[in-house]
Structure formats: structure tokens, C-alpha cells
């Protein structure tokens, strides 16, 4: 398979697990901002990197807008989660999944939490018009979103180490079980190759 059909497939996949968990998380676990895509943005800039780190995460938010909805800042919304992809591909690239990693993904979930919400409470300011455009009004409008704040950073340090270490064991499972597939053959061979050992050994005898 070509590394741009696996990405797109991989893409896809993250698509749908990316819409599914969002819904999953408005519908059913109702805590605001508590929400799963800004782990699938980093594993997306993580795993697939390039132009899949900002459209991945992208097709997540628009698609699944289409059944819950948004609101008069969704292309602040959109945008911030196409960049929190984009800083997926700045986590360093490793095969397993260790603590120093699972540290290093917590931290990457602490800034997108931060960047999202200092970028769309200032869409919010902008455009919602519940706030005066004055200083005292943005800091206002900051101030008050801080409990969504919370809940988003708390989603982001619970939710990414699991995306994570989630991805790394469906991976490694795929990889064993591609392995075993192959193994097969090889020992088929290896025992064609032993009984004519064995039987020209015998012939000598």
C-alpha cells in the first residue's frame, strides 16, 4: 500500500472516531468544553503530519457540526482546531508508549487548551456583541469563560494520554498480528528446508 493511501485511509478512520467521540461527549457526557477533538487534531499532526494535520481535524469539526451545530464564532472554532493539528507534528516521533511521551502529549494538551481559549473567547468578544470592544470588555469576556477553561484543559490531560495510548496499541496489535500472518510462511519453509536436510542425511547414512 502507498504511504499517501494509508495516510488517506488513516485520515478518514481519525474522521470518524473524531465525530462519533464528539457527538458521543455532547450528546451523552454534557460537560461544556469538555471534548475530544483537540486529541484527535494532535494525534492527527502527530501520526499523519503535512497537509492531514490541519484537514483531519478540520472534516472532525464540520462534519460533526452538521448534526450538533455551532454558533457565530465557528470559523474561530474551526480554525483553532486546525492549528491545534499543526502543533500535533512538533511532538516527537517514537514507537511506544512511555511516561516521558504520555508527559510530553499532557503538555502539548495544556497549550492547545490555553491557545483555544484565549483564540476563540476573542472571536466571541469580536463577534458576539454581549461584550463592549474595550479592553475592559475582553477581559471580561476571558474572565468569565474561565470555567470552560477548566473543563477543556481538564478533557485535553485525560483525554489525549488515552488517544494516545490508545492509537500505540491498536498499532502495535496490527503490527504483531501483520507478523503473524508472515510467520506462517516462514516456518513452512524452514520445515520444506528441514525434511530435505533430514532425508539427504539420510540417504548418506
Not at 38 to 62: D, K, N, Q, R
Not at 172 to 201: H, I, Q
Amino acid at each position: 500500500m502507498k504511504a499517501i493511501t494509508k495516510k488517506i485511509l488513516s485520515a478518514i478512520l481519525l474522521v470518524i472516531l473524531g465525530v462519533g467521540g464528539r457527538i458521543f461527549f455532547v450528546n451523552y457526557i454534557g460537560i461544556p468544553n469538555f471534548e475530544i477533538v483537540s486529541s484527535f487534531a494532535l494525534l492527527s499532526g502527530f501520526y499523519l503530519g503535512g497537509v492531514f494535520s490541519f484537514i483531519t481535524p478540520l472534516a472532525i469539526i464540520f462534519l460533526s457540526d452538521l448534526l450538533i451545530g455551532n454558533n457565530v464564532i465557528l470559523l474561530f472554532t474551526w480554525s483553532a482546531f486546525g492549528v491545534i493539528g499543526l502543533m500535533g507534528m512538533a511532538i516527537k516521533k517514537q514507537d511506544k508508549v512511555s511516561l516521558p511521551f504520555i508527559l510530553r502529549v499532557s503538555e502539548f494538551g495544556v497549550i492547545a487548551s490555553c491557545f483555544f481559549f484565549f483564540f476563540t473567547n476573542f472571536g466571541w468578544w469580536v463577534l458576539s456583541r454581549m461584550y463592549p470592544h474595550t479592553l475592559q470588555g475582553l477581559i471580561t469576556c476571558y474572565a468569565n469563560a474561565l470555567p470552560f477553561f477548566k473543563t477543556n484543559l481538564l478533557g485535553n490531560l485525560i483525554l489525549a494520554p488515552l488517544v494516545f495510548s490508545a492509537f500505540f496499541i491498536i498499532k502495535n496489535l496490527n503490527y504483531k498480528m501483520g507478523s503473524a500472518k508472515r510467520d506462517p510462511t516462514s516456518k513452512k519453509l524452514e520445515l520444506s528446508f528441514g525434511e530435505v536436510g533430514s532425508r539427504g542425511r539420510s540417504k548418506n547414512i
